[in-house]
């Protein structure tokens, strides 16, 4: 449809009926309009999953790994065939818009949502999110570039006033969403924060660059509740205000308008963005979707298997310890909670439902099948942390199903509405006119006997009973307006309880339904404290006992999840004292970290085998077997720098002062922070081993080079293992005694080659003319500066063995 046809439709409706297109009709969907031809567009959230239009658990979707774990990849089509995936996804769930990718950069390891960006580096964020984009948008479904911009940490993210200097705003935090906007990206999302003090959904650099320079013709959406006023932001570039149907602008834009303080041409530049959009979706006038088949669940398992696998990262292999043989194993302890309840995603508004997960355990068990014996030991007492009853030791009191039974109660406490849920999360709970109380109810059988932790999570009046004996009752008030908090992990209450092994339960939470603090209510649980040096003995028992020991480590919901930041890099728990006390009984110890980002690992050199897993989606087992036994190599190489101790990083505060987060560092995060410091990472940006060597041979670039003009450079190098492998090659750029501030390196341009034993390859690697650029302070552009440039090739950024000069010239003009 042309903006002329567009504006013909836009020329039908009134004034009532243009406002009101621009708030939400509902949590995920958009307003229809009949006069038009409109529907209702629904948005969902991403980037792991699709979850749809509702939060419920009997809804399953698809989880693929984070996207951290795709940037690791280093692998842009892999990536775009995920984002296919992703469209498929959302087409069998009635999803238009998808709210993915995140483009905001891993500026310090403590930030609390790392799993669900890419990359601490531009270039790596903005050609993964590319490829991710292209992929969502090849099955009609419209990708969300987010959160523009500077919500690179959560800690007061609804506040916070990020102050970034004009020159780096440009060339880092910025560069993924033009990289984004070239490649047609069709809507993208303002953040919560503020930058250099204003409020992102009020702030001109929505207007400039976004829709001026870079020619974004698409609609602006707000971040869940990030409109929280009038005028500033409709008269801004903001164009869709989310969630609906309140909020400030169905409250006042209408009579704005008619007062002359906000102008109806801003209006309708809104609307027609926001039909431009809908055309684009099949969603304007007759013309529908085109019909796309769905790959079939096993080629969509495949898939994700193999991402698995391509996104994990082999970040030490003394002894070549990996891949492990099948055919000569006997025995293997695996060992750790993670190996059984592995993270295969990260917490808050992106979770997903999937139907199945395979685990560790069960990928490594499945891959050994009869041909070695496989135990496993937690290695660490439960957790006192409680978890939302799980089917597989609660049940529905009335009908005896694995779960629990959710009721909607009156005023009067009277049944209006129940339900059968498979677990004691319940974020979304039906909506019923006149329900005033959500209760679940569920029977428990423990397992073990003693003193356990029940707890309810939810605002407002709750009530916790056990076989009718009321253990918990208050009002509990709102004390936070972050959506994630309030909607989707609200804190849990309290209190103890001593049952019998094997003696059943029946457990009862309420919480009252206030206007303003969410419906969520949580029914969780957690078992007696165990003994922690007979789990841990038990462990070392089973590793001394075993040829191999796989040791599954890594982080939880409350260490590391969206709307906090983490408060240090160690592992929770004894899992740093688990690790070291199998390394030492067994020299044939693999530890996999399950992380969405860096943690200290203070043994590392302890241990002969190191895996990065990240968190990596439903497969997980399966993808990690693939790793272990050598069906797969891992693919994966670093997107982001890891530390060796928390004291030695150099970008680590994400806690404002006085409101205010300053970049201090500039342009000068992540490997190039690290390389200013001095100081040595454990793994630097782009490491990762594969089951093969490589030698770098020789690079070829040209002598010179026009400014603004793209350019390849040839880079030689042979497999000089055993096996086939695949290599990431990577080039960086470095101009020494420019004149204008940069980081010592930044990467340029990377491609990966694939050869058998022996055998030469040549890597093509194009650089952007961008890449040779830099943004002035003084003219508020691109800028070049003439003279030599040095190119460093290699398979990281601490390991580049080749190097070439190169200078840049300014094109003769005519």
């Known amino acids: 449809m042309t903006d002329d046809e567009i504006d013909h439709l836009l020329e039908k409706l009134d004034l009532r009926q ?40 009997r809804k399953t979707s698809l989880v693929l790994p984070s996207p951290t774990a795709l940037a690791a990849a280093w692998d842009d089509e892999l990536v775009t065939g995920l984002g296919a995936l992703l469209a498929s996804e959302a087409r069998r769930k009635g999803v238009d818009v998808l709210l993915a990718p995140t483009l905001n950069l891993h500026r310090s390891p403590l930030g609390g949502r790392h799993f669900e960006c890419f990359s601490e580096d531009p270039l790596l964020t903005g050609r993964t999110g590319v490829a991710l984009i292209r992929g969502i948008q090849s099955g009609e479904v419209a990708a969300t570039a987010k959160h523009f911009v500077g919500n690179d940490a959560e800690t007061d993210r609804l506040r916070v006033d990020v ?99 906000i102008q109806e041409e801003l209006i309708d530049d809104k609307v027609r963005r926001l039909l431009r959009l809908a055309a684009r979706l099949g969603a304007l006038g007759t013309q529908p979707r085109t019909p796309q088949p769905p790959m079939s669940p096993d080629a969509e398992r495949r898939l994700l298997r193999r991402a698995v696998a391509a ?64 135990t496993y030991t937690p290695g660490l007492a439960p957790s006192s942390l409680p978890r939302p009853l799980d089917p597989a030791w609660s049940r529905n009191p009335r009908t005896g199903e694995p779960g629990v039974l959710v009721r909607l109660l009156d005023a009067s406490g009277a049944e209006l509405h129940s339900e059968h849920r498979l677990c004691g999360r319940i974020v979304e709970p039906a909506r019923v006119a006149g329900a005033g109380t959500v209760e679940i109810r569920a029977l428990i059988r423990p397992r073990v006997g003693g003193n356990w932790t029940l707890a309810v999570g939810g605002w407002g009046p709750i009530s916790l009973s056990v ?214 990472p454990a793994h630097w940006f782009g490491h990762g081993l594969g089951y093969t060597s490589w030698s770098y041979e020789a690079m070829e670039a040209p002598a010179s080079v026009y400014a603004g003009a793209a350019f390849e450079v040839r880079v030689r190098l042979r497999n000089t293992g055993a096996r086939r492998g695949r290599e990431v090659v990577q080039l960086y750029l470095a101009r020494p005694g420019s004149a204008v501030e940069r980081p010592a390196l930044r990467l340029a341009g990377h491609t990966a080659v694939t050869a058998d034993a022996g055998e030469e390859a040549v890597a093509v690697v194009r650089v952007e003319g961008r890449a040779m650029e830099h943004w002035s302070t003084r003219s508020h552009r691109w800028e070049c500066e003439p003279g030599r440039f040095t190119l460093l090739g290699g398979r990281s950024a601490g390991d580049l063995p080749l190097g070439a000069d190169v200078i840049l010239e300014v094109a003769p003009s005519h």
């Open 18 to 57: 243009k406002t009101r297109l621009l708030t939400g009709a509902s949590t995920w969907s958009t307003h229809a309009e009949p006069a038009v031809g409109l529907r209702s567009l629904t948005l969902s959230d991403g980037p792991s999953g699709v979850r749809g239009d509702a939060w419920d658990e």
């Open 163 to 261: 102050r970034i200097d004009e020159q780096t705003l440009h060339e880092v935090y910025l560069a993924p969403f033009e990289a984004a906007v070239g490649a047609g990206v069709l809507a993208v999302m303002s953040a919560y924060n503020r930058v250099d003090g204003v409020t992102m959904t009020a702030s001109p650099l929505l207007a400039e660059p976004l829709k001026g320079a870079w020619r974004f013709d698409g609609p602006v959406v707000s971040d869940w509740g990030a409109v929280r006023s009038l005028l500033d932001t409709a008269g801004a570039a903001q164009d869709l205000a989310m969630p609906g149907p309140e909020g400030p602008w169905a409250d006042g834009l209408l009579g704005a308008v008619e007062e002359g303080l």
């Open 311 to 374: 996104g994990t990262v082999l970040l030490r292999n003394e002894g070549d310890v990996l891949p492990l043989d099948p055919a000569r194993l006997r025995s293997v302890a695996v060992i750790g909670p993670h190996a059984t309840a592995v993270r295969i995603q990260g917490g808050g508004s992106a979770e997903v439902f999937p139907a199945s997960v395979v685990s560790p355990l069960d990928g490594i068990a499945e891959a050994l099948g009869e041909r070695a014996e496989v």
């Open 467 to 680: 076989d009718g004996r009321c253990l918990l009752d208050g009002v509990f008030p709102l004390d936070s307006d972050d959506p994630t908090r309030v909607h989707v992990a609200p804190p849990y209450r309290h209190v103890r309880a001593e049952l019998r092994a094997g003696h059943e339960v029946e457990v009862t939470v309420r919480r009252g339904l206030a206007p303003g603090t969410g419906v969520a209510t949580i029914l969780a649980a957690a078992p007696p404290a165990g003994d922690p040096a007979a789990a841990l003995a038990d462990a070392v028992g089973a590793a001394r006992a075993a040829e191999v020991a796989v040791v599954v480590v890594g982080t939880t919901e409350e260490s590391e999840s969206e709307g906090r930041d983490r408060d240090t890099l160690a592992l929770p728990g004894d899992q740093d004292a688990l690790v070291s006390a199998v390394a030492a009984t067994n020299p044939r110890t693999v530890v996999i970290v399950n992380t969405g980002g860096p943690v200290a690992l203070p043994w590392r050199t302890a241990v002969p085998a190191l895996l990065l897993a990240w968190f990596p989606g439903q497969e997980a087992g399966h993808g990690l077997a693939d790793v272990l036994f050598g069906r797969a190599e891992p693919g994966g190489r670093l997107p982001t720098t890891w530390p060796a101790a928390e004291k030695d990083v150099p970008v680590l505060d994400t806690r404002p002062t006085a409101g205010v987060l300053r970049y201090e560092e500039g342009p000068h995060i992540g490997y190039a922070a690290w390389l200013r410091s001095g100081a040595a």
